[in-house]
């Protein structure tokens, strides 16, 4: 099956910092979502991004969806910013389920 | 908008039980809802995905006797752990896909349940 693989998988920030956050998946995607998980285990939807760029705020993200891979960017990060980020996709042709990557474990300190 | 609850949000049971869960979307339709299931420090695996009015299709390793979907209506899925054992005790998440949106593969997600069986 599909392999998406994140990375890093761990990560720790001073508070103001910036970072990157990647996305590597083995096959061609209908569909690529970034989540962040909070402490309390809720998904947060952050970018539905198949193709292309995003921006939200502090956040944005790129899919090169022809290099199968993808990108968040996380400008000046607050403490509240800590926790997992997943991305996860659907493969073309593999119907609606979405697969979940590694995941990386972010935490910011002041 | 897009916002998906779930009941209950802990739950504590002894082994042999059932326990039934539940997944709402609560201002949408939505045809297909999703269950995983998540361990600590991993990812999050689909067990099966519930279509409105017809049987739940399960991936491969989920035994469907045990994990029971009911897909009733467009804005309710329930989960049933039948006769519980503590190897199931983990963080069971829903999510669901709003039927006839912009984004026809955007899923939603609920805040999840955490299960302990005793």
């Known amino acids: 099956g599909i392999q998406v693989e994140q990375s890093p998988p761990d990560l720790i920030l001073q508070e103001g910092a910036n970072s990157t956050l990647r996305c590597n998946f083995s096959?061609?995607?209908?569909?690529l979502q970034w989540f962040h998980q909070n402490p309390w285990g809720q998904l947060i939807n952050l970018f539905y991004?198949?193709?292309g760029t995003k921006q939200n705020g502090r956040l944005s993200a790129t899919t090169v969806a022809t290099e199968r891979y993808s990108l968040l960017y996380i400008s000046s990060s607050q403490t509240t910013d800590s926790g997992v980020y997943f991305c996860?996709?659907?493969?073309?042709?593999?119907?609606?389920?979405?697969?979940f990557g590694t995941g990386t474990q972010l935490k910011v300190e002041l | 908008g897009a916002v998906v609850s779930q009941h209950p949000s802990r739950v504590i049971c002894k082994s042999g039980t059932s326990v039934k869960i539940e997944c709402r979307s609560l201002?949408?339709?939505?045809?297909?809802m999703f269950w995983y299931r998540q361990f600590p420090k991993q990812s999050l695996m689909l067990m099966a995905t519930?279509?409105?009015?017809?049987?739940?299709?399960?991936e491969q390793g989920v035994e469907k006797d045990k994990f029971l979907i009911n897909h009733a209506s467009l804005t309710l899925s329930t989960l049933t752990v039948t006769s519980a054992h503590p190897e199931d005790s983990s963080f069971y998440i829903c999510?669901?896909?709003?039927?006839?949106?912009?984004?026809?593969?955007?899923?939603?997600f609920g805040p999840g349940t955490r299960l302990t069986v005793t």
């Open positions: 096959d061609s995607v209908n569909n």
């Open positions: 991004i198949p193709s």
């Open positions: 996860a996709v659907i493969l073309t042709g593999g119907g609606n389920k979405l697969t």
């Open positions: 999510s669901a896909r709003l039927a006839g949106g912009a984004r026809p593969y955007e899923q939603y």
């Open positions: 519930s279509n409105e009015g017809s049987k739940a299709t399960y």
């Open positions: 201002d949408f339709q939505a045809t297909t």
